[in-house]
């Protein structure tokens, strides 16, 4: 196992752990956000609002082919909390460079496009489409509604909010 951290920026740093064991590798980027009342609902809609498309990719269509062509790679979002933060995570999954059947960048091209998302949106003027800002609500809503059948969650979130109801956490 190798690890090395990586100082890419202005409060930026990479962390590359090397594991040969495993056939896919999987690339990562966190934004921690203080947790403030005001803006954890927006907050917590970007990673999905930009992990849907891109000036790149701008349809789901896109998107998906582009995804094909990796050999499936796989674009998540999450967000959660840790401590006073809120954890927005956006990641691309795909299969190591050495078992590409004709030697082609997997890694390389997979970490471009989830760059791109990151860095160069589809957007309208300066903010995201209303449409997909308008599904991302409802799918939001959706996670949201879900988490009352999953009644281990349910009761976790439940005895979270009662023990820090007067905590931004």
């Known amino acids: 196992l190798k690890t090395n951290l990586v100082n890419l920026g202005n409060g930026v740093e990479g962390l590359y752990v090397e594991d040969s064991r495993f056939k896919t590798t999987l690339v990562s980027f966190s934004f921690f956000m203080p947790i403030c009342e005001d803006t954890a ?5 970007v990673p999905f609002l930009l992990t849907t498309s891109c000036e790149e ?4 269509k896109e998107l ?3 995804l094909a062509k990796l050999y499936g790679a796989k674009i998540s979002a999450s967000v959660s909390k840790v401590g006073d933060c809120q954890l927005l995570k956006m990641s691309v999954s795909c299969i ?8 082609e960048k997997i890694v390389s091209e997979a970490t471009g ?3 791109s998302m990151i860095f160069n949106p589809q957007l309208c003027g300066e903010a995201f489409l209303a449409s997909e ?3 991302e609500k409802r799918l939001m809503k959706e996670r949201i509604l879900g988490e009352i059948n999953e009644k281990r969650l349910y009761a976790r979130n439940q005895l979270l909010s009662l023990m820090f109801r ?3 956490y």
């Open 133 to 135: 800002v308008e599904r």
């Open 96 to 103: 190591n460079d050495r078992f590409a059947l004709n030697g």
């Open 113 to 115: 496009l989830l760059a």
């Open 64 to 66: 998906n082919i582009r």
């Open 57 to 60: 990719c701008p349809s789901f």
């Open 166 to 168: 007067d905590d931004d």
């Open 41 to 45: 609902a927006d907050n917590a809609l």
